[in-house]
């Protein structure tokens, strides 16, 4: 009953109907599983045929939304202006009825006795009534058996009609939210937690699961496709080399045949577009020797090419130049300057890559560069050359004999192997789909590079009545990803909050993503410049990114805004910071005050910019003396004895620490990842990293990091879960 | 000198240290090679930093490689060296993009991956 109350947020909740329950944490929670099902149905109505069937759900969920504990309907309701009078009417007309509504619900526990003939246990959900209020109440046992931590067991619920969003929604919640609930606990109660969640509210587990992208691939396949394309025009210039060949031979009095029967035999274009690629291998040689003399070296090896061609009627023999020529650059043989020239695959990357930045513009140039000083030259060269030796009809003969059929094959073969068979396809769809992300990342983390703070879409705690406090209670309780949100929408709401702005990013820092524990921090920085916390979190922040200057200036900034420190700030320092001034003046500080853990803080962190490893895991342990349940400086230790290289179990024992103390630290996590790695112990470091990532998906570095380990550990067989960052099968593959 | 330090120093000093240890060692079994970095803080061609990573040896060196040849050479960007070397960026893309500059051998050039450079814990 008492848990009815909580869900419902009893009467007080009821009779203002429209705001949002602050005072029900257990409500506000079921928003955020499911807040953003809302959003869903608004982006449904955008869609015009959608809106028949939308406004049927509307007319039913409306008296749920005049219930009490129904937030979950508000955003909507508001949002739909349209049908927004017609619900003002009926919602007064409803409002009368309310008391009617109410008793309803204090109906229900009887009903829930005739339907639950089994004696039920106190948590048991209410399972009938509006798909909303069977789904809330649902996902709050959820919750409370996470408090509890009685295991969730399958329930038959009603169909609730969830749309392939909402189940997508709540799967990828509920399975984060669950890594935070359980830190402590094992990943198979974990998992059957979640399976239990969303077996009942028949959610498919797996659907997430992609496939091996075939998406990419496709992609891949036809901006391969296109680019051959574009190749095509350029055909045409070797068309006019084919006409202009002939007029030679027809000026020198020998017949067209030549011309003719080669056409007939392998088709001209198929001939010039074979010749083309030889022109791009050509092109590539000559870069090599000096790109001043681009034509010169064109001719020459034009000129090899045709006396080769003139001197040897062996096909085999010219297969294997050519074979050497090739597999010399696939092998990487060829001493390479200046990045003038690349291998086979090389060559294919960067034509590739023109390709994908620029398409028609690269095919433009190709075919200029074709034109101008591709096969015009060569065949002015060869005109010249044939003005000075009189034709002799043999050399045509052998031509035509050199079975050019083969060498076309053998040359195809060779683009095949060569180009692609080095480094196999595979890897370069790999590399390419990793360019691909890392464009859309970059076009998303420009901002967060910049220093400015990205917030994310779709964030349920907008209109919450207090994110802040919402926001400190979930990061009290270690529900990071929960939390970010919660306080994204208090700076949004309060973009002067600096309390909102640092709690932030210590959360952003936890979560293990510095860009944007910069970025919130910046801003808490702006909002209260002498803030000590915020400057000491930058101090630490950028030191984690190395970058020396930026950590020095705050960490200065820390001791000159310090009440008591203060004084020891020199200010014409400033402008022109040097490291062994700063750490003089913090020692002094030290020395005025040794029993002020924070000086150690800062002087730990200092030694960490100098690489002074061993005095900054020796003003660590003293602060940790002084202040032994901070989990960060727990934390701090073992990052320190990591990169200092110190035995694994020393770190490991620190790092355990802080993950007693604060079982989701996501930065503890992947830092045990990152000390296994260091000493080489891939397959440990993967398991702590998957693990961390499943407590926040959206921390970069962890990807990045178990991509090395992954490929380190040979586990290529799991790159592609990785790149397509499918969590659920990296974790049944590497449980902790 | 604050002013003038690179992020890549950092990366170098703890590579120095971790050649020392098992896993270092094993790296210099795995790949064998002499490696020369040369780093430039804002652009390439100016104020280039040098570090030689001598993988035959274990050791890592501030400065041009003297003896001999080097089995590649490769010149970044401090930015980008980082990336690389975290793995925010893929060698090959960075080299398509040219933010990799290689000298000499392409099948060396090929062993340098993100994995022998050791990772920085966090704060």
């Known amino acids: 009953m008492s848990m009815r109350e909580l869900v419902t947020g009893g009467a007080a909740c009821a009779v203002s109907g429209s705001s949002s329950s602050s005072s029900n944490p257990l409500g506000a929670l079921a928003n955020a599983l499911i807040g953003s099902s809302s ?38 309701l508001q949002s739909n202006a349209q049908g927004s009078d017609f619900i003002r009417g009926f919602r007064t007309a409803h409002d009368n009825g309310l008391a009617d509504a109410w008793d309803e619900i204090q109906r229900q526990p009887h009903l829930d006795r005739v339907y639950n003939a089994a004696p039920a246990p106190p948590i048991q959900p209410t399972l009938d009534g509006p798909p909303q209020r069977v789904l809330s109440s649902f996902l709050h046992s959820f919750v409370d058996s996470s408090r509890s931590g009685i295991p969730l067991h399958p329930t038959p619920l009603p169909l609730l009609g969830l749309s392939q969003g909402d189940k997508q929604c709540i799967r990828d919640r509920s399975s984060i939210m669950a890594r935070h609930f359980f ?49 095509k025009p350029g055909a045409h210039a070797a068309d006019g080399w084919v006409t202009e060949f002939s007029q030679h031979r027809a000026q020198h009095g020998d017949p067209d045949a030549w011309a003719h029967s080669f056409e007939q035999q392998h088709g001209a274009g198929g001939w010039a577009s074979e010749f083309e690629q ?71 990357a960067t034509e590739y890559q023109q390709q994908f930045n620029g398409g028609a513009s690269w095919a433009d140039e190709f075919v200029h560069d074709e034109v101008s000083h591709g096969p015009a030259q060569w065949v002015n060269e060869f005109a010249t ?170 960490l200065y900034g820390w001791l000159r805004h310090h009440p008591k420190y203060g004084t020891l700030a020199l200010p014409e320092l400033v402008d022109s910071l040097y490291y ?7 020692n002094e500080a030290a020395q005025m005050s040794p029993e002020d853990a924070d000086v150690h803080v800062v002087l730990g ?80 470091s993967i398991r702590y990293y998957v693990r961390a990532l499943a407590m926040n998906p959206k921390a970069d570095n962890a990807w990045q990091y178990l991509r090395i380990s992954l490929s380190c550990a040979s586990r290529n067989d799991m790159l592609e879960a990785c790149d397509s960052r499918n969590l659920e099968l990296l974790q049944k593959e590497f449980p902790l | 000198m604050a002013n003038t330090e690179l992020k890549s120093d950092n990366l170098f000093e703890m590579m120095k240290i971790h050649l020392a240890t098992d896993a270092g060692k094993e790296l210099t079994k795995k790949i064998g090679l002499v490696y020369q970095i040369n780093i430039a803080p804002k652009k390439i061609g100016f104020d280039e930093v040098s570090y030689v990573v001598d993988l035959k040896k274990g050791e890592v060196t501030k400065g041009k490689y003297e003896g001999g040849k080097p089995d590649a050479i490769f010149t970044f960007k401090d930015d980008d060296f980082i990336k690389v070397a975290t793995g925010k960026m893929h060698p090959q893309i960075a080299f398509m993009r040219g933010a990799m500059k290689i000298k000499g051998s392409l099948s060396a050039a090929q062993k340098f991956t993100p994995d022998i450079f050791p990772k920085p814990a966090k704060l």
């Open chain 1, 183 to 231: 830190a402590d606990k094992s990943e198979e109660f974990i998992n059957s937690q979640v399976n239990a969640l969303l077996s009942s509210l028949e959610i498919d587990s797996d659907s997430h699961a992609k496939g091996p992208m075939p998406g990419r691939f496709r992609e891949l396949e036809d901006y391969w496709n296109e680019s051959q394309g574009i190749l």
């Open chain 1, 385 to 554: 050359e044939r003005e000075q030796e009189p034709v002799d009809d043999q050399w045509v003969n052998e031509f035509s004999k050199l079975h050019v059929d083969d060498w076309a094959e053998e040359f195809g073969r060779q683009v095949g192997e060569g180009a692609l068979g080095d480094s196999s396809s595979d890897n370069w769809a790999t590399a390419y789909d990793e360019f691909l992300n890392e464009q859309v990342a970059s076009k998303e983390r420009s901002d967060a590079s910049t220093g400015v703070y990205v917030f994310s879409d779709m964030n349920p705690y907008v209109g919450h009545p207090n994110p802040l406090k919402e926001g400190q209670e979930l990061f009290r309780k270690g529900l990071l990803s929960e939390a970010v949100l919660a306080l994204e929408a208090e700076v949004m709401k309060n973009p002067e909050n600096a309390e909102g702005w640092r709690l932030l990013g210590i959360t952003h820092a936890e979560n293990d993503d510095d860009q944007q524990a910069i970025a919130a921090m910046m801003r808490a920085q702006e909002a209260d410049p002498t803030n000590l916390e915020v400057l000491l979190a930058l101090g630490v922040s950028h030191t984690n990114e190395l970058e020396q200057a930026a950590a020095l200036k705050y």
């Open chain 1, 605 to 684: 962190v200092l030694y960490n910019l100098s690489r002074e490893y061993d005095k900054a895991i020796a003003s660590f342990k003293t602060a940790l003396k002084l202040q032994p349940n901070d989990y960060s400086l727990w934390n701090k230790l073992g990052a320190t004895q990591a990169n200092s290289v110190q035995s694994a179990d020393a770190i490991l024992a620190y790092q355990q620490q802080a993950l007693d103390l604060k079982p989701n630290y996501v930065r503890a996590w992947a830092n045990m990842g990152i000390s296994y790695a260091n000493q080489g112990m891939y397959e440990d």
């Open chain 1, 39 to 76: 959003k869903t149905q608004e982006r449904l109505k955008e869609i015009p045929n959608a809106a028949a069937a939308t406004s049927h759900t509307q007319f039913y969920d409306d008296p749920v939304a005049a219930l009490p504990g129904s937030e979950l309907d508000h955003p909507f």
């Open chain 1, 278 to 348: 030889e022109q791009a291998q050509l092109t590539l040689v000559d870069q090599m020797r000096g790109g001043n003399i681009v034509n010169l070296a064109a001719i020459e090896q034009t000129r090899m090419l045709a006396h080769t061609l003139s001197q040897n009627d062996d096909p085999k023999f010219q297969n294997s130049k050519f074979l050497q020529f090739v597999s010399k650059m696939s092998r990487g043989e060829l001493i390479i300057d200046d990045n003038q020239v690349k291998p086979a695959s090389g060559s294919w």
């Open chain 1, 580 to 586: 062994a001034d700063v750490a003089r003046l913090f």
